[in-house]
């Protein structure tokens, strides 16, 4: 495995951001699932409080 710069690493990823695919959809998905987890956290800790 090679090596790739930080400079290589960005623009590669600043040309990755032009091509059309699943990036929005996935972020999303992301996003969604860390606010379920926090909000299934806060439930089940609210419920052992009592």
Do not use: F
């Not at 990823?13 to 959809?25: C, T, V, Y």
């Not at 992301?30 to 926090?38: A, D, E, F, L």
């Amino acid at each position: 495995m090679e090596h790739i710069s930080a400079a290589h690493a960005l623009t590669l990823a600043a040309g990755a951001q032009d091509e059309p695919g699943l990036g929005n959809l996935l972020r999303v998905v992301v996003i969604v699932m860390v606010v379920g987890c926090v909000l299934v956290g806060w439930l089940l800790l609210r419920g052992y409080r009592k």
